[in-house]
């Protein structure tokens, strides 16, 4: 691991730290690139789907071959162990989002006499998943978007996924599986920016959406940052993936080692980070990571290595406040925290910003990651300052409601007034004095 001290880091070394996942979404020719595609997708539809199909995955499929067939759908097979944890994942996704459809209830208060105000809580009409497939097949994104969106009774849903890579055309059984079991029916095997591009649109074979979410490469996110253009509703950034553990001298480092690793082998664009108090710590860490890295495959090995080398490694602070003010900086899109029992609260109490925060040896992330029920499709490159990750609560939208009996109006008649009459609109001032034979 590359070592660093805080106390001892110029500021320049702490950004460059905390500044990952950015510059390669809003690459200037990056953007050029998406955009000819998202223009294309605009004017020509369907054929520039297959276009970009042919031009990115090597893949030649006809317009009408782009929707993936019930027969499909219900014939896709996984084994048992598999299907059987799918099952697993999709329980605990429905019991979390459930819990927190019962919390997103309509409400309204009286709060002042005659003036009644609440909201109304209701799911947005249609949505786009977006599953990413290339590095390696995901029917953990698939659950775990689709999940949300079914929970929160979503009426249009529709999931676009790039075929196998090196394939005629095929999608991911795993994937397939998933849908059936949610009953997810409007499934397309598109190119990553194209499927984007062409949710945002819509097209003769693929839906118009009002919200596309999911994670990708950087032209994914940078084909969803830039359909905002066209007036579709998108996520935060989810960018390349990240992690934070936060560690004392309590921490068991042959677990801390195999937790590090968790995102890790993800990419070498990967960034983790291990925060401690402690330098034996960082030493016991080190050896057991040298170790654990050679059991790779050499692909994962490499992503390792730069996940914890140049983009990551450990860092050393005086106390666990200081662990807790680096870890806010850095608003990880996965936390980890390993400390003591009898500080585990008050080390909580001081986290603020994280995608999520796993407590204690027994919680790894790739629990959280495949089955806990927890969001994990989080918010990336310190976007986690401002967002959450993908719950039901991502596909509601709130409608303010408001009721005034006439005593109520007439008691705020000289505020609205007089605000109106400030601020030189006095139709809206009219509306009031009119009302009171003013």
């Known amino acids: 691991m590359r070592r660093m001290r805080w106390a001892e880091m110029t500021e320049t070394d702490r950004a460059a730290l905390c500044h990952r996942g950015i510059d390669e979404i809003f690459d200037p020719v990056l953007r050029t690139a998406i955009g000819r595609i998202i223009d294309d997708v605009r004017d020509h539809g369907d054929e520039a789907v297959c276009r970009a199909l042919h031009d990115f995955d090597r893949i030649d499929l006809r317009p009408d071959q782009l929707r993936v067939t019930a027969d499909e759908i219900a014939s896709a097979v996984v084994s048992e162990a598999v299907d059987a944890a799918i099952d697993d994942a999709i329980t605990h996704l429905r019991a979390f989002n459930q819990r927190l459809m019962e919390r997103a209830s309509d409400w309204s208060f009286e709060s002042e006499p005659g003036l009644f105000v609440g909201e109304k809580v209701t799911p947005i009409a249609s949505t786009g998943l977006f599953v990413p497939s290339g590095k390696a097949s995901y029917p953990s994104v698939a ?19 790039p075929p196998v890579p090196g394939g005629e055309g095929e999608v991911d059984p795993a994937v397939l599986t998933v849908c059936r079991k949610l009953g997810i029916t409007q499934v397309f095997r598109v190119n990553g920016p194209a499927g984007i591009a062409a949710l945002g649109f819509g097209t003769e074979m693929i839906p118009k959406v009002r ?38 001298e309590s921490a068991d480092p042959v677990r801390l080692a195999l937790d590090l690793l968790i995102e890790a082998e993800h990419g070498t664009d990967s960034a983790v980070v291990l925060i401690t108090t402690s330098a034996a710590l960082v030493d016991a860490v080190d050896g057991e990571l040298h170790h654990r890295i050679t059991e790779l495959p050499p692909v994962r090995a490499e992503a390792a290595r730069a996940a914890l080398g140049v983009n990551g490694g450990a860092v050393l602070v005086a106390d666990l406040a200081e662990a807790a003010a680096v870890s806010n900086r850095y608003a990880p899109e996965h936390l980890q925290l390993v400390v003591a029992d009898d500080v585990r609260q008050a080390a909580l109490d001081l986290l603020t910003d994280a995608g999520e925060i796993l407590i204690g040896q027994n919680t790894p992330f790739s629990a959280a ?70």
Do not use: W
């Open 143 to 161: 659950y775990q978007l689709g999940v949300p969106a079914v929970v929160a009774g979503v009426r249009e849903i529709a999931l676009v996924v």
């Open 211 to 248: 919200k596309i979410v999911g994670p990708g490469s950087p032209a994914v996110t940078c084909a969803q940052v830039e359909m905002q253009r066209h007036g579709v509703a998108t996520m935060m950034l989810l960018g390349p993936t990240e992690s934070v553990v936060i560690a004392d």
């Open 369 to 438: 990651n495949f089955i806990i029920g927890c969001p994990a499709s989080l918010p990336t490159s310190g976007f986690a300052h401002v967002s959450s990750g993908i719950t039901a609560d991502t596909f509601l939208k709130r409608t303010a409601i408001a009721r005034a009996d006439e005593i109520a109006l007439r008691r705020m008649s000289p505020s609205i007034i007089a605000l109106a009459d400030h601020e030189g609109f006095p139709a809206h001032a009219n509306a009031i004095r009119v009302r009171q034979g003013r």
